[in-house]
């Protein structure tokens, strides 16, 4: 009788006054809530599950956690070659060690006291040569000698200023380069580690359990779903008569046995395409064969459960009030 004009309505009672017509924007419809549910993203073995059924969580607590002996150990490897890959870079841009060097200083002192002594060996044959008293084969030979020296001195120079220098342009690059991927690696392992440990992405009530301590969980299978209690929706289904007079915003009132009175809900869908009459109703007075889906957000706090069934006043949207 939803459907009948009001002044067919109004005779229809006046001839049967036992029939009391159900009133305008009056509609029936349950509770729907969309759960969240948390998985591993990768396989693993539970080994500690915190929470039960039932059980309210906070976001952010730790819902269960897998095995993770083996990302322990990818970490510590990643993390000991990014050491050496430092350790690598740090050497070539401070040129060769510290006591390289000072054997090197050691080397080039030696050698330049022998060179010394070659060329005051030299001086004394050649005023002696000019006496008379030392052969000419002899000056030549010290004379060769202090050259041979000379040489020495400037190669452990040379030796010196390239041990002292930094790594080339292009080693440097590559060091710092593997220095950089190292890192990566050791953030790719923690994040897999990480990952062993599942914390609630929203504060609710755990709804299922899926698994039990010491099972495998494949990867990306809910181990928990989470209800959130201040996340329900009203669904319910209007006439196409009463179509119009509704619209995403409006709010609208409802009720359901032993709930606490005055509860809203914010009409935030309206689905476009019609619809029969859905095959479960929770009342067997509404009877009209083309509906249209209507979602509404229930005000936080109704402490309603999903599929509960709920009567829906959307008078004061209806009315345009």
Do not use: H
């Amino acid at each position: 009788m939803a459907d009948l004009p009001s002044w067919l309505v109004s005779i229809i009672a006046a001839v049967y006054p036992g029939i009391n017509p159900p009133p305008p924007y009056m509609y029936d419809g349950y509770v729907e809530a969309d759960f969240v549910y948390a998985a591993p993203a990768a396989t693993g073995r539970i080994v500690t599950l915190v929470v039960s059924e039932g059980e309210a969580v906070s976001e952010g607590a730790l819902l269960f956690a897998l095995d993770d002996g083996k990302q322990q150990a990818t970490l510590r490897s990643a993390q000991a070659g990014s050491a050496q890959a430092q350790a690598q870079l740090e050497n070539l841009a401070t040129g060769a060690r510290e006591a390289e060097a000072e054997v090197l200083r050691a080397s080039l002192e030696q050698a330049r006291v022998a060179l010394n002594i070659a060329q005051t060996r030299l001086e004394r044959s050649e005023a002696l040569f000019e006496r008379g008293s030392v052969a000419t084969a002899t000056v030549e030979d010290q004379r060769a000698a202090v050259d041979e020296a000379a040489a020495n001195v400037m190669r452990l120079e040379a030796e010196l200023r390239v041990a002292e220098l930094p790594a080339r342009d292009a080693q440097r690059l590559a060091a710092e380069a593997a220095v950089d991927a190292a890192a990566a690696q050791v953030d790719l392992a923690q994040s897999a580690l990480d990952d062993r440990r599942v914390y609630a992405p929203v504060s609710g009530q755990v709804e299922r359990v899926y698994y039990e301590t010491g099972e495998v969980a494949g990867a990306a299978a809910p181990v928990v779903s989470l209800l959130q209690v201040d996340a329900m929706t009203a669904l319910f289904f209007v006439p196409e008569a009463d179509r119009a007079d509704l619209s995403a915003g409006d709010v609208v009132a409802v009720s359901c046995e032993g709930c606490a009175e005055g509860l809203t809900a914010t009409i935030t869908r309206m689905a476009s395409d019609p619809q029969y009459t859905p095959p479960i109703l929770y009342t067997a007075e509404q009877r009209g064969r083309l509906v249209y889906r209507v979602e509404a957000k229930i005000e936080a706090g109704a402490a309603l459960r999903p599929g509960q069934p709920i009567s829906v006043d959307a008078t004061q949207a209806g009315t345009g009030e």
